[in-house]
């Protein structure tokens, strides 16, 4: 076997099992860190910042996903109170995390800030969700 696939199947194990989100503070470039090889993310010659979900001052009701299961599929939605949808403020993408699987919905400005997504019955999920303007926001199911 190839040393560096040796690696990164040891990496794969070290994995974390939420989504490790940075942003740039200059450009607003978000990125997520796949594999930790222990240096930090650099974007416009400074170090990203990590994103913690649900931080952010603002409205909960529009931000943190509303989780539906029946079975195998999860219906979610952005807020007990609908987010808007518009090109200066929107999600931006749905995103499930269940065991080693992740799932992500793009979304667009002018669509409704809902998702559909196939998983194991069961299992405990997160699901996360990125406002444009409010940062991440999570919740379990």
Not at 61 to 69: C, F, L, T
Not at 87 to 98: G, K, L, N, R, Y
Request: charged residues 20%.
């Amino acid at each position: 076997m190839v040393p560096a696939i040796k690696e990164l199947e040891k990496e794969s194990i070290k994995m974390s099992k939420k989504l490790d989100l940075y942003k740039c503070s200059r450009c607003g470039n978000v990125a997520l860190l796949l594999s930790n090889a222990g240096v930090p993310l650099i974007c416009c010659h400074e170090e990203m910042k990590a994103i913690e979900p649900n931080t952010t001052d603002a409205a909960q009701e529009k931000h943190v996903p509303v989780i539906s299961r029946e079975g195998t599929v999860v219906n979610v939605s952005v807020g007990s109170t609908m987010h808007p949808m518009t090109e200066e403020h929107s999600i931006q993408w749905i995103a499930v995390v269940q065991g080693q699987n992740l799932l992500v919905k793009w979304l667009s400005p002018n669509e409704q800030p809902v998702a559909s997504f196939s998983v194991q019955p069961g299992e405990e999920i997160t699901v996360y969700e990125y406002c444009n303007l409010h940062g991440v926001w999570s919740a379990k199911a």
